[in-house]
């Protein structure tokens, strides 16, 4: 299951209306993450794909089809938002705070802090080609789990017949772009990859909300920290990482680790055995 806290023995014993009540704020999260990260992360850049805006200088045909991503991806964060609205109406759950940032959105902000400017654009193309594959699997695997409750589930699987055509559009993209750039910009994007998918694949934001709904049922803050410690505590990022060793088959196969020093910056990083 997505979400261990529900499965917490403190949780149990705080009975089916606490179990439901911490399901519900994730499924909140999970749609405000989706709305925040469709519009503000992936049509940021999909955007400038479209009007070319970005140094590969993408074929015509690909600057079209990156236009229907940013369609179906404002569609996305529609319906995700929607669904928040339809779930607070039917439980009467009001949502507690939701982050306004993503892990997603932090690691792109921190790159763009290690960045020279002149190659943010180039950065979050890649940025984006690593995302749209990575939530795919996270989406087809959340999508498995009979145990989700069916309007989460029909959400989420009406999401993914989209998100199986874009991870493969991004893939293309991806090959591309990394083939167009420059040996000194494909040396410079190398260098900051690995601390990207360090901050991008940590669990901070998740341990933060976590807590707070733990605080919102009642527990007090030592309980609230142990129960965090349980869930999270045992969070390290190794070649091990599902997600990790996905993104890093996907540089293997669009040609990431062909050319130029990235598979050398992975390894000299540890997350590359
Ligand atoms: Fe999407
Ligand atoms: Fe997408």
Redesign the pocket.
């Given at each position: 299951m997505r979400q261990p806290l529900a499965t917490h023995p403190d949780i149990a014993d705080l009975g089916e209306a606490a179990r439901s009540f911490a399901l519900v704020q994730s499924a909140y999260k999970y749609m405000n993450d989706v709305a925040l990260t469709?519009t503000e992360v992936?049509n940021r850049t999909a955007i400038r794909i479209a009007n070319g805006r970005v140094a590969s200088a993408l074929p015509a045909e690909v600057r079209q089809i990156a236009l229907t991503?940013v369609v179906?991806?404002a569609y996305?964060a529609l319906v995700a938002r929607d669904f928040i609205a339809a779930v607070h109406r039917s439980t009467g759950i009001e949502p507690l705070p939701l982050p306004s940032e993503t892990e997603l959105s932090l690691a792109i902000e921190q790159v763009h802090g290690e960045l020279d400017p002149a190659l943010h654009d180039d950065f979050d193309v890649v940025a984006i080609c690593i995302a749209?594959n990575t939530?795919?699997k996270e989406i087809v695997e959340l999508s498995r789990d009979s145990e989700l409750a069916t309007p989460f589930l029909e959400a989420l699987q009406d999401h993914l017949a989209?998100?199986a055509m874009?991870?493969a559009f991004f893939q293309r993209v991806l090959a591309t772009h990394w083939q167009a750039l420059t040996d000194e910009r494909r040396a410079a994007l190398a260098a900051v990859l690995p601390s990207f998918v360090t901050h991008y694949l940590n669990v901070e934001i998740q341990r933060g909300f976590d807590a707070s709904i733990l605080r919102a049922l009642g527990l007090d803050e030592t309980k609230v920290q142990s129960v965090v410690d349980d869930l999270h505590g045992g969070f390290r990022l190794t070649p091990r990482h599902p997600m990790l060793a996905s993104i890093l088959a996907m540089f293997e196969r669009v040609g990431v680790f062909a050319l130029g020093p990235a598979r050398d910056a992975f390894r000299a990083s540890g997350l590359l055995s």
């Open positions: 469709e992936i991503v179906d991806e996305h749209e939530l795919t989209d998100e874009h991870a």
